[in-house]
Nanobody, 115 residues
């Protein structure tokens, strides 16, 4: 059974930083691309960042230069380092793994950027 568990969310002031984690189980973590998505109140879920099995990365334009995605295959864990946070980054952040025939999501972790 595949499980993705996000953690690390919370309340942070504008300009601050947070690091999110996504712990995976039930999959051979190292062979899959992993993604972060987010959903702000009243908006659709949107792509944030991806890291492939070879550690290639790509980001949405809205977070490029501020967020860094990484992975630790020994710990079956993906990370999202978020710097220079803005109020518009407020959202529930989800991790995702998808491949032919499968698409799994975590339950999300809430990030609130507010003074």
């Amino acid at each position: 059974q595949v499980q993705l568990v996000e953690s690390g969310g919370g309340l942070v002031q504008p300009g601050g930083s947070l690091r999110l984690s996504c712990a995976a189980s039930g999959i051979i973590f190292s062979i899959f691309s992993m993604r972060w998505y987010r959903q702000a109140p009243g908006k659709q879920r949107e792509f944030v960042a991806q890291i492939t099995s070879s550690r290639s990365t790509n980001y949405s334009d809205s977070v490029k230069g501020r967020f860094t995605i990484s992975r630790d295959n020994a710990k079956n864990t993906m990370y999202l380092q978020m710097n220079s946070l803005k109020p518009e980054d407020t959202a529930v952040y989800y991790c995702n793994v998808a491949n032919a025939g499968m698409n799994y999501w975590g339950k999300g972790t809430l990030v609130t950027v507010s003074s």
